[in-house]
Nanobody, 122 residues
Framework: QVQLVESGGGLVQAGGSVRLSCAAS????????VGWFRQAPGKERDFVAS????????EFADSVKGRLTISRDNAKNTVYLQMNSLNPADTALYYC???????????????WGQGTQVTVSS
């Protein structure tokens, strides 16, 4: 069983940056693929980024490529999502999730955090 807690969200101006953290407890996060998804009000939960557990291969949604990076700190049992050049379309509740394989499909993941809100003002 893995418990995930996201942090780092907040209000940021367009063009700014924010780093989200996903801290795990109950198990070693390095043994799991980790994904980030986001959900804006009235919209579906969408894939943002993922990082594999074996070789750390990363994938990103087309809408965030070149602006976001995902990384692991195994010593801290934490995964980070660095978000740069933010725009109002990035406003959403951001969820961290863990599972056996990295995927763009939310159904492939087993464990979810409660989410952290990112609001980008224009």
């Amino acid at each position: 069983q893995v418990q995930l807690v996201e942090s780092g969200g907040g209000l940021v101006q367009a063009g700014g940056s924010v780093r989200l953290s996903c801290a795990a407890s109950g198990s070693t996060l390095s043994s799991y693929a980790v994904g980030w998804f986001r959900q804006a009000p009235g919209k579906e939960r969408d894939f943002v980024a993922s990082i594999g557990w074996r070789r750390g291969v990363t994938e990103f949604a087309d809408s965030v490529k070149g602006r976001l990076t995902i990384s692991r700190d195994n010593a801290k049992n934490t995964v980070y999502l660095q978000m740069n050049s933010l725009n109002p379309a990035d406003t959403a509740l951001y969820y961290c999730t863990a599972g056996p394989v990295a995927s763009m499909r939310s159904s492939e993941y087993d464990y979810w955090g409660q989410g952290t809100q990112v609001t980008v003002s224009s």
